[in-house]
């Protein structure tokens, strides 16, 4: 079984719609982040989670917000969805520590119409 | 905040070839750099990273090398085969622990 995973993988949705992305990880990390992904941008930070009492914005929060459930679980909501919020998102972990290496999800694609 | 740039955004190489990423980054508190591959249809993954008390290293085909004082670090991967054909990302890291990523270079190895 996958280590970090997402559901759903694929959404299509419209304008002003909520919509709730969610990130499962089986690592026992402590962090957790969500990335969102654009063609010839890389990968911007959105929020990340140091533990579960901890929620930072990222480089692009505007828009989105967060839930850290559980150590486990991070989940991400647009709460009035807009076309340009249209791109792939991804969920990453990595332990707490003298360590950087984030361990990433299969990626969420979310169409906005 | 960090800025990384990555060069070049695409780049075809003949099988058995060598393929060269080069990234700049401008926070000199940066201490952290890895390489991820992205394959189509999944998430980044990592593939080598190097920390800045460390000029080079490497692992089988892939080699990262990093220069402090000009802040650029770049991946080297030789003898090319098709299943390197994929998506790298560069990114650089301080103590936060926050990655920050350069734009991506579309790797395409010919047969």
């Known amino acids: 079984d996958a280590d970090v995973t997402q559901t759903p993988r694929n959404r299509i949705t419209k304008t002003g719609k909520r919509i709730m992305l969610e990130c499962s990880q089986t690592k026992g990390h402590d962090r957790m982040y969500w990335y969102r992904q654009d063609p010839g941008l890389g990968l911007q930070l959105i929020y990340y989670?140091?533990?579960?009492?901890?929620?930072n914005k990222g480089e692009i929060s505007d828009g989105y917000s967060v839930s850290r459930q559980a150590q486990a679980k991070f989940s991400l909501s647009l709460e009035s969805a807009i076309p340009n919020q249209t791109a792939l998102y991804f969920c990453?972990?990595?332990?707490?520590?003298?360590?950087?290496?984030?361990?990433f999800g299969p990626g969420t694609r979310l169409t906005v119409l | 905040g960090e800025n990384v740039e990555q060069h070049p955004s695409t780049l075809s190489v003949q099988e058995g070839d060598s393929a060269v990423i080069k990234c700049t980054y401008s926070d000199s508190a940066s201490n952290y750099f890895p390489w991820y591959k992205q394959e189509l249809g999944k998430g980044p993954q990592l593939i080598i990273d190097?920390?800045?008390?460390?000029g080079e290293k490497k692992d089988q085909r892939i080699a990262v090398t990093l220069n402090k004082t000009a802040k650029h670090f770049s991946l080297h991967i030789t003898e090319t085969q098709p299943e390197d054909s994929a998506v790298y990302f560069c990114?650089?890291?301080?103590?936060?622990?926050?990655?920050?990523f350069g734009a991506g270079t579309t790797v395409t190895v010919r047969a």
């Open positions: 990114a650089a890291s301080s103590n936060d622990y926050k990655l920050s």
């Open positions: 190097i920390r800045s008390n460390v």
């Open positions: 989670s140091f533990d579960v009492k901890d929620i």
């Open positions: 990453a972990t990595s332990a707490s520590g003298a360590t950087n290496e984030q361990f």
